[in-house]
């Protein structure tokens, strides 16, 4: 993003009426490479192709902010990585990780990989050191550093499902995986921060906090994700979950989070009631059956019909109720922002 999108962004946190509905998007490497035709694999390891790309994106939607902006990741395989977790690579596709054959006694007991030197983070971590003074040239800056939550990482480890029985079978287990995540999300997000040189804020992404009910959230998923973000205070904190759940949206206030991407399922009117009204709202067109696969003229209509469940002028991006899905064309990106310029 450019500095003057940066400034929006705290403005609108801020609580600052704008005068547009200001448009943001969260991509990375399931929607650049398709839509600029280029190889997967190539976008996500060679630092010349991923410059590139990002350029491209941002040079052709220059009213559009980039959410974290020049987001270097292997799709959701840097955490695993560096757990051990075979990762396959595609040209045409995103990494697909393979969770390991681990019992949950198994799993209480690992290490917390050092992100400075295990998996593909050191990777990640050199290409924003080599790549950051290119960015800065060509009028860009990265202020975001993003990670995936500590739930998220470890059900990338050991399934969804097994995940989810260890919480009600394996309790004591699950609390100390969860301590050995936590504490690799928070040293990952550092290690990000200290490798560039104007990050203000992060961005933690962890959708199965939107598998569980409201006990077992504040048991298994609020504690570890407060002690992420209390761990960055003064900065500008981010926190996605596009599950239809709401279990946790009372919560977010204790978070400490400044804004909120969220599903599509949910109104925007029913999420600014239940997270109140200090939390910066970003979404809520459907990122699949609209932004992706609708006409421009539906994705228009559609966007101005959910800012009209948002009357006030603050507290809110613009954006897709998730991230931008793989397929999603230019029209209807340039669709989104016309309207979202037109509703205010």
């Not at 980039?66 to 045409?92: D, K, N, Q, T």
């Not at 609020?222 to 900065?235: A, M, N, T």
């Not at 909120?260 to 200090?278: A, C, I, M």
């Not at 932004?291 to 954006?319: A, F, I, M, N």
């Amino acid at each position: 993003m450019r500095p003057e999108q940066w400034d929006i962004i705290k403005r609108c946190v801020s609580g600052e009426p704008m005068a547009e509905a200001p448009v943001a998007l969260i991509v990375d490497s399931p929607w650049i490479p398709g839509v600029l035709g280029i190889s997967t694999l190539d976008y996500l390891t060679v630092p010349e192709v991923w410059l590139e790309a990002n350029l491209a994106i941002e040079n052709r939607f220059p009213d559009v902010i980039f959410v974290p902006g020049f987001w270097s990741e292997i799709g959701m395989a840097a955490e695993p990585s560096g757990f051990g977790c075979r990762v396959s690579l595609y040209h045409e596709k995103t990494p697909v990780v393979h969770t390991r054959d681990w019992n949950m006694a198994d799993l209480a007991q690992l290490s917390v990989p050092d992100p400075r030197l295990d998996g593909f983070m050191p990777m990640i971590l050199n290409y924003y050191r080599r790549l950051e003074p290119r960015i800065r040239d060509a009028g860009h800056v990265i202020k975001v550093v993003a990670a995936r939550g500590p739930l998220t990482v470890a059900t990338h480890l050991m399934g969804v499902s097994n995940f989810l029985l260890a919480m009600k079978l394996q309790r004591e287990e699950t609390h100390k995986f969860l301590r050995t995540t936590t504490t690799l999300v928070r040293t990952w997000l550092e290690a990000q921060a200290e490798a560039l040189s104007e990050v203000e804020s992060i961005l933690v992404l962890d959708d199965i906090a939107g598998f569980v009910s409201p006990k077992d959230y504040q048991e298994f998923a609020h504690p570890y994700l407060k002690e992420i973000f209390d761990s960055f205070p003064g900065w500008l904190k981010m926190f996605h979950n596009d599950t239809d759940n709401p279990a946790s949206y009372r919560f977010l206030n204790d978070l400490g989070i400044h804004l909120f991407n969220f599903t599509h399922l949910q109104p925007l009117h029913k999420v600014r009631e239940l997270v109140g009204p200090d939390i910066c709202l970003m979404g809520n067109v459907p990122p699949l059956d609209m932004l992706c696969k609708g006409t421009p003229d539906e994705v228009r209509r559609y966007t101005r019909e959910s800012l009209q469940l948002h009357p006030e002028r603050t507290r809110l991006l613009v954006s897709a109720g998730g991230g931008t899905s793989p397929g999603t064309p230019m029209a209807n990106i340039d669709a989104m922002l016309e309207a979202a310029r037109e509703a205010w």
